[in-house]
Nanobody, 119 residues
Framework: QVQLVESGGGLVQAGGSLRLSCAAS????????MGWYRRAPGKQRDVVAT???????MYADSVKGRFTISRDNAKNTVYLQMNSLKLEDTAVYYC?????????????WGQGTQVTVSS
């Protein structure tokens, strides 16, 4: 019911910045929250940041103070501003949309976008 398209990934020098975007389509009116997750080589997929439709945000400790998540509900788009990038930020970043219906939770995922931080 929900399709997600990510953009903005690429190669950046350590200390630099990137801005990721994720646009939702389909039944996007039902989305309660959106977020960004990442999977580094040899590691599990971990949450980076989330934001609810009301604007409540959550960040992983590893990115606090450096990353900012925002959402444009009118455009059904979520952004991730990444500053002061580090080598360990290198990963495939996935956009997530969460739909909650009563006690049921549905998660939708984008295809992922590669972020590579070089020295």
């Amino acid at each position: 019911q929900v399709q997600l398209v990510e953009s903005g990934g690429g190669l950046v020098q350590a200390g630099g910045s990137l801005r990721l975007s994720c646009a939702a389509s389909g039944n996007s009116f039902s989305i309660n929250a959106m977020g960004w997750y990442r999977r580094a080589p040899g590691k599990q997929r971990d949450v980076v940041a989330t934001i609810t439709s009301g604007g409540t945000t959550m960040y992983a400790d590893s990115v606090k103070g450096r990353f900012t998540i925002s959402r444009d509900n009118a455009k059904n788009t979520v952004y991730l501003q990444m500053n002061s990038l580090k080598l360990e930020d290198t990963a495939v970043y996935y956009c997530n949309a969460r739909e909650v219906v009563r006690t049921l939770v549905y998660d939708y995922w984008g295809q992922g976008t590669q972020v590579t931080v070089s020295s």
